[in-house]
């Protein structure tokens, strides 16, 4: 038959016994106060010691578990961010078909004294960059 050790009081049991305990630091508080406790300030160096351990021990999980959600909160952020991209990416694309159409209905000569046409390819070209990007 399998035994474990209390890690909080150091009691010997079986697996499927329910053990409830006073954990040793608590236990070396209690009787700190007895002249008989010969000892007791190696074992509460040691518990101590013990404790320092498993609280660098859960310092280090928590820490992995805090950065996990931390780079899972950036990775949220970044799937929001390429979400808006795409959204101005396809308002840039619409806005400049209305302009080359709505810029048909105007003359020659205020599309050549605008421009127009470069401004048109000059959006295209941003958009092409910008999809090349994504």
Same mark, same amino acid.
């Given at each position: 038959?399998?035994?474990?050790?209390?890690?909080?009081?150091?009691?010997?049991?079986?697996?499927?016994?329910?053990?409830?305990?006073?954990?040793?630091?608590?236990?070396?508080?209690?009787?700190?106060?007895?002249?008989?406790?010969?000892?007791?300030?190696?074992?509460?160096?040691?518990?101590?010691?013990?404790?320092?351990?498993?609280?660098?021990?859960?310092?280090?999980?928590?820490?992995?578990?805090?950065?996990?959600?931390?780079?899972?909160? $950036?990775?949220? /952020?970044?799937? =929001? !961010?390429? *979400?808006?991209?795409?959204?101005?990416?396809? @308002?840039?694309?619409? &806005?400049?078909?209305?302009?080359?159409?709505?810029?048909?209905?105007?003359?020659? $000569?205020?599309? /050549?004294?605008? =421009? !127009?046409? *470069?401004?048109?390819?000059?959006?295209?070209? @941003?958009?092409?960059? &910008?999809?090349?990007?994504?």
């Amino acid at each position: 038959m399998s035994r474990e050790v209390c890690n909080r009081c150091g009691k010997v049991t079986r697996p499927d016994d329910v053990h409830t305990c006073v954990p040793k630091a608590l236990q070396l508080v209690a009787t700190a106060h007895l002249g008989y406790r010969v000892g007791w300030q190696r074992e509460a160096a040691a518990e101590l010691r013990r404790l320092h351990a498993e609280n660098e021990r859960l310092h280090q999980i928590n820490q992995s578990h805090e950065t996990k959600l931390s780079v899972r909160g $950036y990775e949220l /952020q970044i799937e =929001d !961010l390429k *979400s808006a991209v795409a959204e101005l990416l396809q @308002a840039l694309k619409d &806005a400049t078909d209305a302009i080359e159409h709505w810029g048909a209905y105007s003359s020659d $000569y205020f599309q /050549q004294k605008w =421009d !127009l046409h *470069s401004d048109i390819n000059a959006a295209r070209a @941003a958009i092409d960059r &910008a999809e090349g990007k994504i």
